[in-house]
């Protein structure tokens, strides 16, 4: 299994909800990340798990909370946010020690806050 | 700080044509780049990868080179198709290790017309 499975593909909410966004990988990668990327736009960093533990934040709001349960999964819980915060979401993984084979990124949530 | 620019921001090429799409960076001191395709609306393809003490990379009709020395890589795309078209991204992990940051570049969107 070489994929990084993001769900789901198409969220809409509104700025009171609560939602959650998932990424799961099973290539044994132990670097997990989110980036948010706008329209014609870079993805941008957000979060960078390695070992299951947040090592880094990129001083992102905190109606964005991240969360890895275990080494296979990445979530990203969402509260409160503003439409500005419409934009692809991306997962990606990657290896954490020896030779670095690059990143493996899924799908990408589409997020519309209304 | 590490600045990665592509040139051009937007190509447009008729089928078949042979292309080179660039990718500059200010600090020689990266670990690896990859370059990755995006589909509109999609996540990130990874295309190839170069580690820093590699100087070219092939996979099919795809090429890229990395001249850490000039703070440059390109991409090659041989006998371009209509199924080419998309953003191409070049992204480097600085420093010497790979728990570095992967930097992206603004991106070049290819059209090939038929």
């Known amino acids: 299994d070489t994929e990084v499975t993001q769900t789901p593909k198409h969220l809409v909410m509104g700025m009171t909800n609560k939602k959650s966004l998932k990424c799961e990988q099973h290539?044994?990668?132990?670097?997990m990340y989110w980036y948010k990327q706008k329209a014609k736009k870079p993805p941008e960093l957000m979060f960078v798990?390695?070992?299951?533990?947040?090592?880094i934040n990129e001083s992102v709001p905190s109606r964005f909370s991240p969360e890895c349960p275990n080494s296979s999964l990445l979530n990203l819980h969402l509260h409160a946010l503003q439409p500005e915060d419409s934009a692809l979401y991306l997962c990606?993984?990657?290896?954490?020690?020896?030779?670095?084979?690059?990143?493996?990124f899924g799908s990408g949530t589409r997020l519309t806050v209304v | 700080k590490q600045e990665v620019t592509q040139i051009p921001a937007a190509l447009s090429v008729p089928e078949g044509e042979n292309l080179v799409l660039n990718c500059s960076f200010t600090d020689s001191a990266i670990y690896n780049l990859q370059w990755f395709r995006q589909d509109p609306g999609k996540g990130l393809t990874s295309l190839l990868l170069i580690q820093s003490s590699q100087r070219e990379q092939t996979s099919g009709r795809l090429n890229a080179s990395l001249d850490k020395s000039s703070g440059r890589s390109t991409l090659y795309i041989a006998a371009s198709q209509p199924g080419d078209s998309a953003t191409y991204l070049c992204a480097l992990r600085g420093g010497s290790s790979n728990t570095g940051k992967l930097i992206f570049g603004q991106g070049t969107t290819l059209q090939v017309k038929p």
């Open positions: 290539m044994g990668h132990r670097a």
């Open positions: 990606a993984s990657g290896r954490t020690g020896g030779l670095d084979y690059g990143y493996t």
């Open positions: 798990y390695s070992y299951e533990k947040l090592s």
